[in-house]
C-alpha cells in the first residue's frame, strides 16, 4: 500500500511555456503534500506543503506565482512551474501523507528541462 | 553549519564489507528517516526512527536523540546497494504544520 504515482516523469519544454507536474496517492488519502527540489547532486529542498482545501505553504525563497501548487483533492496535487526559465531546470519529486503516521511517501520524480 | 549533516558525503567500498553512514542534527526533531536514491532519481523511504534501533533485512538504523545522531548500517553489502543515502529529520514548521530539513546525502557505491 501508500503508492504514490508522479507524472511525467520526464519534460522538455520551451522558454516561457508552463509545464504541471501532477502527484496522486493511489491506495490512502493525502491530506498533506509536500513538493521539493533537487539540483544535482545537492540535497532535496522543501518548497511547500500543501493541504488539502487549503492554500499551500511555501518555503521562504520560493516564488508562489511562479510554482503554483493545488490541492484540490485527497489524492492530487499539482505544481505548475509557470513562463519556465532554463534555471529551473531541475529534478521536482512530491512525497504524500495521510496524517496518521508520522511516514509518508514518494512519488518517483519529475526530471525537467527547460530549453 | 547545515542543520543535518551527514558522514560520509562520498563512500566506496568491496562487495561484502560492512558499512555505516552516520547523520547528525541540530534541531529538535519528532521522527528521523533514512532514504535511499537511486541513479534515475526515485526515493525509497527505508526507515522511519523516533527511538531505538530498527532492522530489515541487510540494513540497521539506529538513533540516540540525547546525542542528536543516527546511523545506518549496512551488512554484507552488495553493488545493488549502490545509491544515495538520505537522512532527513521532520521537525515543526513555522505554519504549525511539520517538515522535512534533508542531509546532503552519501554516495555510496559497492564494487563487485
Known amino acids: 500500500g501508500a503508492v504514490v504515482s508522479q507524472h511525467p516523469s520526464r519534460v522538455i519544454c520551451k522558454s516561457g511555456t508552463s509545464v504541471k507536474i501532477e502527484c496522486r496517492s493511489l491506495?490512502?488519502?493525502?491530506?498533506?503534500m509536500f513538493w521539493y527540489r533537487q539540483f544535482p547532486k545537492k540535497s532535496l529542498m522543501l518548497m511547500a506543503t500543501?493541504?488539502?482545501?487549503?492554500?499551500?505553504?511555501?518555503e521562504q525563497g520560493v516564488e508562489k506565482d511562479k510554482f503554483l501548487i493545488n490541492h484540490a483533492s485527497l489524492t492530487l496535487s499539482t505544481l505548475t512551474v509557470t513562463s519556465a526559465h532554463p534555471e529551473d531546470s531541475s529534478f521536482y519529486i512530491c512525497?504524500?501523507?495521510?496524517?496518521?503516521?508520522?511516514?509518508?511517501?514518494f512519488g518517483s520524480g519529475t526530471r525537467l528541462t527547460v530549453v | 553549519k547545515n542543520e543535518v549533516e551527514q558522514s560520509p558525503q562520498n563512500l566506496t567500498a568491496q562487495e561484502g564489507e560492512f558499512i555505516t553512514i552516520n547523520c547528525s542534527y541540530s534541531?529538535?526533531?519528532?521522527?528521523l528517516h533514512w532514504l535511499q536514491q537511486h541513479p534515475g532519481g526515485g526515493i525509497v523511504s527505508l526507515f522511519m526512527?523516533?527511538?531505538g534501533k530498527k532492522k530489515h533485512g541487510r540494513l540497521i538504523a539506529t538513533i540516540n536523540i540525547q546525542e542528536k545522531h543516527s546511523s545506518l548500517h549496512i551488512t554484507a553489502s552488495h553493488p545493488r546497494d549502490s545509491a544515495v543515502y538520505i537522512c532527513?529529520?521532520?521537525?515543526?514548521?513555522?505554519?504549525?504544520?511539520?517538515?522535512?530539513?534533508f542531509g546532503t546525502g552519501t554516495r555510496l557505491k559497492v564494487l563487485a
Open positions: 512525497s504524500a501523507t495521510d496524517g496518521r503516521y508520522y511516514g509518508y511517501t
Open positions: 532527513a529529520v521532520r521537525s515543526e514548521a513555522t505554519s504549525g504544520t511539520y517538515k522535512y530539513i
Open positions: 500543501s493541504n488539502e482545501g487549503s492554500k499551500a505553504t511555501y
Open positions: 534541531v529538535g526533531i519528532s521522527a
Open positions: 491506495d490512502f488519502q493525502a491530506t498533506t
Open positions: 526512527l523516533s527511538s
